[in-house]
């Protein structure tokens, strides 16, 4: 995304959230459950920029009341993989 974006990525527009926004965070945001269920999927030392933005939308309060329990989205996870 970095190089699509020179400056930080359009997930905030006059700080609310942008669509791209929503969409990349119901992905990003689960990236600890997707680590604990199925093993390594990205490592934050060789992604510093990607974990930064993701980090920022976590702290949105729209994303924050929207996002899964951890441990009921690690379970989930796990039973579809079995």
């Not at 929503?22 to 992905?27: D, E, L, N, R, T």
């Not at 600890?32 to 990607?50: D, G, M, Q, R, Y």
């Amino acid at each position: 995304m970095k190089w699509d974006f020179e400056e930080d990525p359009p997930f905030f527009i006059d700080g609310s959230l942008s669509f791209l926004g929503i969409v990349v965070s119901s992905y990003a945001c689960t990236y600890e459950a997707f680590h604990e269920a199925v093993t390594t999927v990205l490592i934050p030392e060789k992604n510093p920029a990607f974990f930064s933005w993701v980090h920022d939308l976590k702290g949105h309060p729209l994303i924050r009341e929207t996002l899964p329990p951890h441990d009921k989205l690690v379970a989930r996870l796990k039973h579809l993989q079995a």
